[in-house]
């Protein structure tokens, strides 16, 4: 026998688990998979907890913002465009749900890759080592034209972009999310730190042209996220730095004037959660009022499953399998 006191538990008061409240009910769990399941029958078949539960509230968010006329802001990092999700996006945005697009430089530089070769994503490592790393002229030229232009004309660099590549495609745009902005008269904002991408070590590069036309599309941000207010929605997708800073500073300018711009849905999603999409994104916008989300996972199936997730609330499965 243990030479230590023991503390019984004869008098321990028990009751009945069916009266207790609980986070998790049976007929939340998953459903077995089948084959041949349509993929409105696979989102039901998936468990309606944690994560699950909360990429089905930002899709119910982003077809309540569009039927109340409220915005749907994507903002992208280069990545996104890289893993192929730019048709996906393009999609979204010709059926309505997204209303604005808005990304970094890299962003724009794949998307204009993709337009214009086909290819995008150099190997870094190798063409690092002989200096040639950044130095293909075609997107170069394309981009840096498009500073010059909007500067000249005020308009957007995202704007004066799309409609560059417009105009070297003769309308038949296939691949690029920017052009198809244009097109559709969508706002695609472009937003650059000065030195961060490889069209900046070009001799076409004109830094106030640069600064100038995306100066002009921060303000163009800003006037989107001062309509945000009581039930728009962001969506944050890959961008680690740049567009949650960029997000936060529009925000500051439209509450600065008087704009109410409260009661938003707000998600990152990601590979990894990083601290200013946490802070900037998903929890400060949102003090007090709205909703923010964080999401894991690849964007190469995160993005199509939450574009799939906003056709089934909207009622429009089949369009995204046509």
């Known amino acids: 026998m243990s030479r230590y006191k023991q503390l019984g538990l004869d008098q321990v008061r028990t009751y009945s688990g069916r009266a207790r409240a609980s986070k998790v009910q049976s007929e939340a769990e998953a459903r077995p998979l089948q ?166 070590q070009h001799p076409s590069a004109d830094g106030a042209a640069i600064g100038d036309a995306t100066l002009r599309d921060f303000r163009i941000l800003a006037n989107t996220v001062s309509q945000l207010g009581d039930g728009g929605v962001v969506l944050n997708l890959g961008s680690a730095v740049i567009m949650p800073e960029v997000f936060l500073k529009t925000l500051a300018v439209a509450r600065n004037l008087g704009y109410t711009v409260r009661g938003f849905t707000t998600a990152n999603l990601d590979m990894i959660q990083h601290y200013r999409p946490t802070v900037n994104v998903v929890q400060r916008p949102v003090l007090g009022s709205g909703h923010g989300y964080a999401l894991t996972g690849h964007h190469e199936i995160m993005i199509p499953l939450l574009a799939v997730s906003i056709y089934e609330q909207a009622g429009v499965i089949h369009r995204a399998n046509s």
């Open 35 to 200: 084959g041949g399941m349509s993929m409105g029958q696979f989102l039901q078949s998936l468990p309606r907890i944690m994560k699950v539960q909360e990429l089905f509230e930002i899709a119910k968010a982003v077809v309540q913002a569009r039927k109340q006329g409220k915005p749907v802001l994507a903002m992208l990092g280069g990545h996104v465009i890289k893993t192929g999700c730019a048709p996906v996006l393009a999609d979204l945005m010709e059926q309505g749900f997204i209303t604005h697009v808005a990304g970094n430089g890299s962003m724009a530089i794949h998307d204009a890759e993709l337009e214009l070769l086909g290819q995008t994503s150099e190997d870094v490592a190798e063409q690092l080592e002989d200096g040639s790393f950044g130095m293909a002229h075609e997107v170069a030229g394309a981009l840096n034209a498009s500073a010059v232009q909007a500067r000249q004309e005020e308009l957007g660099l995202g704007e004066a972009l799309g409609r560059l590549l417009c105009d070297l495609h003769e309308q038949e745009i296939q691949r690029s999310l920017v052009a198809r902005a244009y097109l559709q008269h969508v706002p695609c904002t472009v937003h650059v730190a000065m030195g961060t991408d490889i069209v900046h």
